[in-house]
């Protein structure tokens, strides 16, 4: 069924509807590639592997012009594989679905299955080092593999949150900047009878932008059921900070996240610091450095990574990649770089590493 859907959503790609006062337009982004990594469950592995540089997302989005400034707004995105064709999320607008209202004097409200303040205020702020060094490896994953996080595809994949997890049930404010200063808020309703906090979630963000400069802080709170009736449910909790810089054909960014699980105590940081230079129009390199550490329930494991992306743009859409990633962790610990989402995948070893070519569009 899933494939299904993905045929029928590309047959009608090349649609755009535009009323007065109004407008729909579908979009998408797709990357795919060929990686070598070095020891994944014990073994060497050369796999075709998509959604790495960047996830691959087919979207609807539309607005109408109320008035006075005013627009109704919509979107529905899907995340896909571009090997099998497949869905990523179990529903098929599962990485993004809502509506809500946007005005330039009062702000942005949406209502749905959208992205919190780990993702709004660090990542889409451009304050998160992992969108200019590499995409889904250069994102925090590492060897805390006791970490477990619910719904989670390893239980400690992506845990920064900063590659972009939605919130279902949501209701989500974004304020209009003042000064350069902006601010958010988000609650997620757990929706279980006679307990109004249950399996809900919450996000904040702050946002300082001017110019080259930018800082962004946030806060996100995510309640999961116990694994059978009755246990006591999960809290996930997370916060983080970071910054950018542009200068000249540079940019670099910088940020602290950190992950705790409340119910086991299980607690994690990852402290990155990356660049992006601009070398000519078509040519770009990206350089980044992380650090992670994890608590006693985490054995205090601790890794460093290394991240390197030379890309080259074909075009205005696509570009072509080479990529390098390497991580090496404490002795007695498995190494784990993000995007590696088969639960077994960690090495076997305290080093891993991953080269990787790839081919990125957009339409």
Same mark, same amino acid.
């Given at each position: 069924?899933?494939?299904?859907?993905?045929?029928?959503?590309?047959?009608?790609?090349?649609?755009?509807?535009?009323?007065?006062?109004?407008?729909?337009?579908?979009?998408?982004?797709?990357?795919?590639?060929v990686s070598y990594i070095s020891n994944e469950g014990g073994h060497?592995?050369?796999?075709?592997?998509?959604?790495?540089?960047?996830?691959?997302?087919?979207?609807?989005?539309?607005?109408?012009?109320?008035?006075?400034?005013?627009?109704?707004?919509?979107?529905?995105?899907?995340?896909?594989?571009?090997?099998?064709?497949?869905?990523?999320?179990?529903?098929?607008?599962?990485?993004?679905?809502?509506?809500?209202l946007d005005d330039p004097r009062f702000g942005k409200l949406t209502?749905?299955?959208?992205?919190?303040?780990?993702?709004?205020?660090?990542?889409?702020?451009?304050?998160?080092?992992?969108?200019?060094?590499?995409?889904?490896?250069?994102?925090?994953?590492?060897?805390?593999?006791?970490?477990?996080?619910?719904?989670?595809?390893?239980?400690?994949?992506?845990?920064?949150?900063?590659?972009?997890?939605?919130?279902?049930?949501?209701?989500?404010?974004?304020?209009?900047?003042?000064?350069?200063?902006?601010?958010?808020?988000?609650?997620?309703?757990?929706?279980?009878?006679?307990?109004?906090?249950?399996?809900?979630?919450?996000?904040?963000?702050?946002?300082?932008?001017?110019?080259?400069? !930018?800082?962004? @802080?946030?806060?996100?709170?995510?309640?999961? +059921? $116990?694994?059978? #009736?009755? &246990?006591?449910?999960? %809290? /996930?909790?997370?916060?983080?900070?970071?910054?950018?810089?542009?200068?000249?054909?540079?940019?670099?960014?910088?940020?602290?996240?950190?992950?705790?699980?409340?119910?086991?105590?299980?607690?994690?940081?990852?402290?990155?610091?990356?660049?992006?230079?601009?070398?000519?129009?078509?040519?770009?390199?990206?350089?980044?450095?992380?650090?992670?550490?994890?608590?006693?329930?985490?054995?205090?494991?601790?890794?460093?990574?290394?991240?390197?992306?030379?890309?080259?743009?074909?075009?205005?859409?696509?570009?072509?990649?080479?990529?390098?990633?390497?991580?090496?962790?404490?002795? !007695?610990?498995? @190494?784990?770089?993000?995007?590696?989402?088969? +639960? $077994?995948?960690? #090495?076997? &070893?305290?080093?891993? %590493? /991953?080269?990787?070519?790839?081919?990125?569009?957009?339409f």
């Amino acid at each position: 069924m899933k494939k299904r859907y993905a045929v029928v959503l590309f047959a009608v790609l090349p649609i755009h509807c535009a009323f007065a006062q109004s407008n729909v337009t579908m979009y998408g982004l797709i990357d795919a590639g060929v990686s070598y990594i070095s020891n994944e469950g014990g073994h060497s592995v050369a796999k075709f592997d998509d959604g790495i540089y960047a996830p691959n997302l087919f979207g609807i989005q539309g607005a109408e012009d109320l008035g006075g400034g005013t627009k109704a707004i919509f979107k529905l995105e899907d995340q896909f594989q571009v090997g099998t064709g497949a869905t990523v999320q179990p529903a098929l607008f599962g990485r993004n679905a809502y509506v809500g209202l946007d005005d330039p004097r009062f702000g942005k409200l949406t209502l749905g299955n959208v992205y919190e303040f780990m993702f709004t205020s660090l990542t889409e702020a451009q304050n998160t080092p992992g969108l200019i060094s590499g995409g889904l490896y250069s994102f925090a994953a590492g060897p805390f593999q006791k970490l477990g996080i619910p719904q989670n595809p390893t239980g400690w994949f992506g845990w920064a949150r900063t590659n972009g997890i939605p919130i279902n049930n949501a209701v989500k404010y974004q304020s209009p900047k003042i000064a350069g200063l902006s601010f958010g808020a988000l609650y997620s309703f757990g929706g279980v009878a006679g307990s109004f906090g249950s399996n809900s979630g919450m996000s904040f963000g702050l946002n300082y932008d001017h110019g080259p400069f !930018g800082l962004g @802080a946030a806060y996100t709170e995510q309640k999961y +059921p $116990g694994a059978v #009736s009755g &246990s006591p449910q999960i %809290a /996930i909790r997370n916060w983080g900070v970071g910054a950018h810089y542009a200068l000249g054909p540079t940019l670099t960014s910088a940020n602290l996240v950190t992950v705790r699980n409340e119910l086991t105590g299980a607690y994690a940081y990852a402290g990155q610091l990356a660049t992006n230079w601009q070398i000519t129009p078509a040519f770009s390199l990206g350089l980044s450095y992380m650090y992670m550490k994890g608590n006693e329930a985490l054995d205090d494991n601790h890794a460093n990574q290394l991240n390197a992306i030379l890309s080259y743009s074909l075009s205005k859409r696509t570009m072509v990649y080479a990529e390098g990633v390497y991580q090496r962790a404490n002795s !007695g610990a498995q @190494a784990d770089i993000n995007g590696i989402l088969n +639960p $077994g995948g960690s #090495s076997s &070893s305290a080093s891993q %590493a /991953i080269a990787r070519v790839g081919l990125r569009t957009t339409f």
